[in-house]
Every structure is written in structure tokens, then in C-alpha cells.
């Protein structure tokens, strides 16, 4: 059965509104500072790392993790004819999704960007954002002639 672009792209921006809601919530209240001093900290007196973000910057993390979204309920639609639809599907496209974002995200805790305990709770905090993005573009994917 083809993938149902329609409810991809319908699927995909609610997953991506998820994950900006959660990033922009967890950056302003949980870990913002902490990411502000140690990426300061890393560039030893060159000046602030994470100034305030222009519009244009903003725009874009927010289109990015509309992207994203749309890759996670892509995915999800893939894995769903092997998997079966519903939420455990979805996690594990979380999982996958998890796994790749934390390989790429380790190089910051290598180059010393980021400590070890900070990416830790990045790395809880995105594991949480990817499998709730993933529940919801799930809940709203169906493929033609499926119930859900």
C-alpha cells in the first residue's frame, strides 16, 4: 500500500509543532542557561556563544523541526505495514530517530561544547520530544481504505 502523503504532511506538522513546542519550553526553562555558559565557556572569552536568536534563526529551527515531523510520520508510515499502526510503531521511530540524533550530538560532549551531564539531559529531554512528536503524527496518519 503507497504511503499517504497527505496525512505525512498533516501528521508531520503536528510532530514538528510538538518538538518546538518542547525544545523552545526545555531551552527557556531547563537547560538554556546551562547550554549559554558551557558553549561561553567553550569559546574562552570570544564572546556570547548563544546571543538572542534573530527571527530569520528562529524561522528556521522551527521550519527544521517541521522537517523533522514530516521525516518521523514518513518513517512511521514505513515501518507500519511490518510493525501494525498504533503507539508501539511510533516509538520505535522515536528510538530510531533518538539514536541517530545522539550520535550526532555526541560530537559536542567530544569537542567539550557540551559536558557529559548536560548532554545527558538533552539527551532525556529529546528521547521524551521524539516519542510524543512520533505518538501524535501517528495518532493522525492513515493510509487510504485503513480505519487508523
Known sequence: ???NTSKVVVGGIAAG????????????????ERMKAESNAFKAGLGD????MSGGQIA??????????????????GFRP?????????????????????VVTSGYM????MSPGLWMTYSAIWLVNL???AMV???LYTEEGSPG
Request: no cysteine.
Open 131 to 133: 516519542m510524543l512528536a
Open 17 to 32: 509543532v510538538v518538538l518546538n513546542v518542547i525544545e523552545m519550553a526545555s531551552n527557556a526553562l531547563l537547560i538554556g
Open 60 to 77: 528556521g529551527y522551527v521550519i527544521m523541526n517541521i522537517l523533522v515531523g514530516m521525516l518521523i510520520v514518513w518513517t512511521y508510515a
Open 49 to 52: 556563544a548563544m546571543g538572542a
Open 110 to 113: 567530544a569537542m567539550g561544547i
Open 82 to 102: 511490518r510493525f501494525g499502526p498504533g503507539p508501539k510503531t511510533a516509538i520505535y521511530v522515536a528510538l530510531v530517530f533518538f539514536a541517530f540524533g545522539m
Open 1 to 3: 500500500m503507497a504511503i
Open 137 to 139: 503524527g501517528a495518532k
